[in-house]
């Protein structure tokens, strides 16, 4: 299978956002009560404010993820010089053929483009299937940059030095 890592378009935001959202959905990764659904969901926002990124294989979205820059409101933990992504979901039918590492270096490559020194990311301590992928690309924790949005949600930071 050919996959091509291209920007989002406008034409597949809703259906960016859908596939965000049933990717943490389908794991649990929604807590209960919260709106992070809706912020899945607004693929919109994310392309505006950030990086919309897609894996495609021409026919079917594949998977997704949100590139930061620093600056960027959807930015959480990055700080100058480092690139950040975020939201990365993949699709029920596309798990297990490395579409995960394939976006996650996508973005190890994106922050290299831009001349940043790091890529950086936080990632619920429960995503120990995610955190497999990232140890595998060569990141490695970053324990001072933990943090808990919310009560009962507490994120790991992990980050590549480039």
Not at 79 to 94: H, I, N, Q
Not at 127 to 146: C, K, N, Q, S, V
């Amino acid at each position: 299978m050919t996959t091509e890592i291209r920007l989002a378009r406008p034409a597949e935001y809703d259906e960016v956002g859908e596939l965000t959202a049933e990717a943490y959905a389908v794991d649990g990764f929604i807590p209960a009560g919260s709106d992070y659904g809706l912020t899945l969901r607004n693929a919109a926002d994310r392309a505006a404010k950030a990086e919309l990124w897609v894996a495609s294989d021409g026919t079917d979205l594949l998977g997704t993820v949100t590139f930061c820059v620093p600056g960027s409101v959807y930015g959480e933990l990055g700080r100058d010089g480092e690139g950040e992504f975020r939201m990365l979901g993949v699709s029920a039918k596309a798990r297990g053929l490395g579409i995960g590492t394939a976006l996650s270096q996508h973005c190890i490559d994106r922050s290299r483009e831009l001349g940043f020194h790091r890529v950086v990311l936080s990632s619920a301590t429960y995503m120990t299937t995610a955190h497999r992928i990232y140890e595998r690309l060569g990141f490695t924790r970053l324990p001072e940059r933990d943090w808990s949005p919310r009560p009962g949600v507490d994120l790991y930071a992990f980050s590549l030095d480039l």
